[in-house]
């Protein structure tokens, strides 16, 4: 049985008044006890909301890390702070990171590796570009990225992984793809880590689905089979709409 996801990306929204008092309005809603929920909040907000989230289910992410331990690498953030902290889950790869930082698939990896090492669970984004979505090649990107993202991890490993599939031409526009469409490459998904990791593994990973995820178009595609969950950037910033979504 795999149990749904749901993880709010705030990426660079929310100082540390405006986080705390998120969470106190998150906290103040029913939350379903079914569903693992994440905050993946900026570095600077992560004590402050792993405070604030103490006695409850909600569980603490990061958005990124450096796969070293320590070192001359000004400006980054290591597992080890991260875990240090109380970080359960820190996002990986994400496509914003990828086009405006040039995260490679190879730098992808080196951070999984690492985050595993560390006992922190990796949200590993993946997906593809509209250019890439319209020349019908969205598959052949999707499974590369998948494949180079998980080069070197065990079986037993993957299971701590989730993998966010989340195409960027429908992050933060508002364009969500078909929840069909959706399912349809979560579930090639399942056969790409099928063909690397065997049929069980296949069938325990969660794999999310991200973009434009609102509670308006949550429900249709949580009933999907292979959707086991959602990677939130714009409505996971409001309690009332994030409740929505954790209570889809
Ligand atoms: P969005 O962002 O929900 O605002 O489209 C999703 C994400 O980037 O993870």
């Known amino acids: 049985m795999r149990v749904p996801i749901i993880a709010g990306n705030w990426k660079m929204n929310k100082n540390i008044?405006?986080?705390?008092?998120?969470?106190?309005d998150i906290k103040k809603g029913n939350m379903d006890k079914k569903v693992e929920v994440v905050l993946c909040v900026p570095f600077t907000d992560l004590y402050h909301v792993k405070e604030e989230i103490k006695g409850t289910?909600?569980?603490?992410?990061?958005?990124?890390?450096?796969?070293?331990?320590?070192?001359?690498?000004?400006?980054?953030?290591?597992p080890l702070m991260l875990k240090e902290i109380g970080v359960q889950y820190v996002i990986i790869g994400h496509s914003e990171r990828r086009q405006y930082f040039n995260e490679t698939d190879e730098i992808v990896n080196k951070k999984v590796k690492s985050a595993i090492a560390h006992g922190i669970k990796p949200i590993i984004c993946v997906g593809e570009t509209l250019e890439q979505r319209e020349k019908g090649i969205e598959k052949d990107i999707v499974k590369t990225q998948v494949l180079d993202d998980l080069e070197d991890i065990s079986g037993e490993d993957v299971l701590n992984i989730v993998i966010a599939y989340e195409p960027i031409w429908a992050i933060g526009t508002g364009k969500t793809a078909s929840s069909e469409d959706v399912n349809n490459m979560l579930m090639f998904i399942r056969e790409t880590i099928e063909s690397k990791y065997g049929e069980d593994v296949s069938k325990e990973i969660r794999i999310q689905y991200g973009g434009s995820v609102k509670p308006n178009n949550i429900k249709?595609?949580?009933?999907?089979?292979d959707i086991d969950g959602a990677l939130v950037g714009g409505a996971s910033l409001n309690?009332?709409?994030?409740?929505?979504?954790i209570n889809f």
Not at 58 to 72: P, V
Not at 220 to 225: G, S
């Open 57 to 78: 289910n909600i569980k603490l992410g990061a958005q990124n890390m450096h796969w070293a331990e320590s070192g001359a690498f000004t400006g980054e953030i290591s």
């Open 220 to 225: 249709e595609l949580m009933a999907e089979e």
């Open 17 to 24: 008044e405006e986080a705390v008092s998120l969470v106190k």
């Open 239 to 245: 309690a009332e709409d994030f409740l929505k979504l």
